[in-house]
């Protein structure tokens, strides 16, 4: 599944409202269609009308792209479909001056409603994804951080099957902020973890724990695994080029980072703790480090 950034998702909300403005007016047409009679918009006459109204002209353009493998957006892409179709027949049957059957009307309203449906179930997704990022990076905030720890953790419990936690931090970072300005330690903390979301897989979470500070889940993953693809962060934190100036000029940071398991036979609270030991260790040890615990 596709993961989104802070800014795809408040661009899909508003996508989102626009639609469900538009189709409000749509339908308010059609009703005058239907009941009144005054000639139809060309649009829905078409065998195509789904790609034709605004959301349509959206959804089906490279735009969307990002959002057109989502579930919940391929089911509202049918619905859509289903209930335009449906307001064809409908139109079909006023333009043949003949009756609309109450069977027909029903079943448009009910392609309406499901439809209406599916845009606040996307609405209130998007908006709760979106809740829990954080605006600066774009990592997850800490808030759904301990609901998910915690079913990993009972993964593994049950299912026998290894997750690993990592923690980076960033060295030096209040030099960034002290040599460089505020505003550069904020370009170096979203650029990083853009770096970090190349490594990472889909299915790993990233939390911003602190203010330079990265908690990461890696389910499904070994102590082993987890120690090279924090080897793997580590080098690609340290060979990011980060302008800060107009000729060109770059600005190092490297991180030092903790593994250990989320072992089923202890806490989460314990793991966090030791994980947090072990990056603590790498900085005692001269930082741009991975530990393990
Ligand atoms: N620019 C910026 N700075 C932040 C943000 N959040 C925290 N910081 C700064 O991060 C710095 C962290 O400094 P310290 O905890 O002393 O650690 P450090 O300088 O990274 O040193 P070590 O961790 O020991 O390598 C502080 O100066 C904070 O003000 C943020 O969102 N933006």
Same mark, same amino acid.
């Given at each position: 599944?596709?993961?989104?950034? !802070?800014? @795809?998702?408040?661009?899909?909300?508003?996508?989102?409202?626009?639609?469900?403005?538009?189709?409000?007016?749509?339908?308010? #047409?059609?009703?005058?269609?239907?009941?009144?009679?005054?000639?139809?918009?060309?649009?829905?006459?078409?065998?195509? *009308? +789904?790609?034709?109204?605004?959301?349509?002209?959206?959804?089906?353009?490279?735009?969307?792209?990002?959002?057109?493998?989502?579930?919940?957006?391929?089911? &509202?892409?049918? /619905?859509?479909?289903?209930?335009?179709?449906?307001?064809?027949?409908?139109? $079909?049957?006023? &333009? /043949?001056?003949?009756?609309?059957?109450?069977?027909?009307?029903?079943?448009? #309203?009910?392609?309406?409603?499901?439809?209406?449906?599916?845009? @606040?179930?996307?609405? +209130?997704?998007?908006?709760?994804? *979106?809740? #829990?990022?954080?605006?600066?990076?774009?990592?997850?905030?800490?808030?759904?951080?301990?609901?998910?720890?915690?079913?990993? !953790?009972? &993964? *593994?419990?049950?299912? =026998? =099957?290894?997750?690993?936690? *990592?923690?980076?931090?960033? $060295? +030096?970072?209040?030099?960034?902020? $002290?040599?460089?300005? !505020?505003?550069?330690?904020?370009?170096?903390?979203?650029?990083?973890?853009?770096?970090? @979301?190349?490594?990472?897989?889909?299915?790993? @979470?990233?939390?911003?724990?602190?203010?330079?500070?990265?908690?990461?889940?890696?389910? #499904?993953?070994? &102590?082993?695994?987890?120690?090279?693809?924090?080897?793997?962060?580590?080098?690609?934190?340290?060979?990011?080029?980060?302008?800060? $100036?107009?000729?060109?000029?770059?600005?190092?940071?490297?991180?030092?980072?903790?593994?250990?398991?989320?072992?089923?036979?202890?806490?989460?609270?314990?793991?966090?703790?030791?994980?947090?030991?072990?990056?603590?260790?790498?900085?005692?040890?001269?930082?741009?480090?991975?530990?393990?615990?």
């Amino acid at each position: 599944m596709t993961t989104f950034i !802070h800014q @795809q998702l408040r661009f899909v909300i508003t996508e989102i409202d626009k639609a469900i403005e538009n189709h409000q007016q749509w339908y308010q #047409n059609l009703l005058r269609v239907l009941v009144s009679r005054v000639p139809p918009d060309e649009k829905d006459l078409q065998d195509e *009308a +789904h790609k034709l109204c605004e959301f349509g002209q959206w959804f089906y353009t490279p735009q969307a792209e990002l959002v057109q493998d989502h579930p919940t957006f391929v089911s &509202l892409g049918q /619905a859509h479909e289903k209930m335009h179709k449906s307001a064809k027949e409908l139109i $079909d049957l006023v &333009l /043949a001056e003949q009756a609309i059957p109450a069977s027909l009307f029903d079943a448009f #309203n009910d392609c309406l409603e499901k439809m209406r449906i599916q845009f @606040q179930a996307l609405r +209130h997704e998007f908006a709760e994804l *979106a809740q #829990n990022l954080d605006p600066l990076t774009g990592a997850q905030t800490r808030a759904g951080m301990q609901a998910e720890l915690n079913k990993q !953790h009972s &993964l *593994a419990k049950r299912s =026998q =099957q290894p997750s690993a936690l *990592a923690m980076l931090d960033l $060295d +030096h970072f209040k030099q960034i902020n $002290d040599n460089y300005g !505020h505003s550069m330690g904020d370009v170096v903390l979203t650029q990083t973890v853009e770096c970090l @979301q190349h490594v990472l897989r889909p299915y790993d @979470q990233l939390y911003r724990y602190g203010g330079e500070e990265f908690l990461i889940c890696m389910p #499904n993953t070994t &102590l082993e695994q987890a120690e090279q693809v924090a080897e793997r962060m580590r080098v690609m934190v340290a060979a990011q080029k980060i302008i800060y $100036d107009k000729t060109g000029n770059l600005l190092r940071v490297t991180a030092s980072i903790g593994v250990t398991s989320l072992d089923p036979e202890r806490s989460v609270e314990d793991s966090i703790n030791l994980v947090d030991k072990a990056m603590y260790e790498a900085k005692a040890a001269g930082r741009n480090l991975v530990k393990v615990r």
